[in-house]
C-alpha cells in the first residue's frame, strides 16, 4: 500500500555562479522519496546539484533544512537527508527490470492525493541526453504527471522502481506520438547506496566528461553548449562544432558517441576528437575530466 508519508517535496537554492544555474534556473523545486528508516531520500540529481540549500518538506507539512549525501551522475541519482528530525514513512524497492511494456503502474508526487496518478508503461528503451547522459533502459510511461522531478514510479505492489526525470513531448509510443514521462530504474541505484552513503559517489572510476552538450539531429551531432573554463573549452570545442569522429572512428547518434568516449578509459583520459567547422575538418585533443569537479567552476557558452 501507498505511503503518502514518504514522499517529501524539496526545494534547492542554487548560487548565481553555479555551472548549471544558466540552464536550470536557481531556485528548483520537486519531490523525493524516503527509501530508509534513517531518513534516507532518493531524488534526481539536477534538483539540487550545486546547491547551498536544500530544504525538505514532509507529509505533515513540516520543513526542515536537508543536506546532500551523494551523487552518481552516470545514473542521475542524488541521496539526500533531513538534517532535523521528519516523521514519516518509507517504501520499498521494487525492480525496474521486473515491469514490461503495458504494466500499470502508479506515478506518485508529494503533495496532496491528486498528485497520485495512474499510468501506463508504454516503453523501455535507451536514452541518450544532450548533457552526456546516456541510460541502456529507461522507463517510458503515460500519461504524464505534470510535476514529475523527483516523483516515484511505484509497480502493482506499490513499491518504487523509478525516479522521474522528464516530460518529453513527442515521443512515439505504439506508432504514434505521445506526451510522455522518463524514469530513471531504481535498479542502477540499489548496487551503488551504500557507496554513495559512505563516500559520496559510486566506488567506480567516474566517466571521462567534456562540458558539452549535445544536439542530435539529421544535421549530425552538433555542439549546442560548452562549459566555460571545462575540458571542451579548454581544448578549443565551440558552439557549432558538428562532431564526426571519435578516437579516428566514425560515429553516428549520440549514444555511439558517448559510449566511443567512455571506452577510451575514466576521467582525464584524453580524448580525440574530430569535428566539423563550417567548411573545415579539425582534429581537438580533449583531457576529459571528473564532472563532479567542475561544478561550480564553469558557466554555459
Known sequence: MLRPDALVTLRATIPDDAMTAGLLGTERSG???RIREDGLIATIGYLINEADSVWITGANRTTVPGFVVGNDFDSGFALIKPSLPLAGGCLELGRAGDLSVGDPVRVAASGSPAEVIDAEVVAKQEFAGRWEYLLDEAIFTAPPHQN????ALLDARERLCGI???IIQGFQASGSPSVV???????LLVPVIEQICAQGRPAAPPRPWLGVLIGDDPEGLTIVGVYRHCPADEAG????????EVDRHPIAGLAEMLRS???LGSAGVTVPLTVRRGTQRRQLEIRSGDRATYLRKGTLQ
Not at 181 to 187: E, G, T
Open 31 to 33: 519531490h523525493g522519496v
Open 237 to 244: 570545442v565551440r558552439p557549432g562544432d558538428v562532431v564526426l
Open 181 to 187: 514521462n522518463m524514469f530513471v530504474p531504481i535498479d
Open 148 to 151: 514529475w522531478s523527483g516523483a
Open 164 to 166: 522521474g526525470s522528464l
Open 261 to 263: 568516449i567512455w571506452r
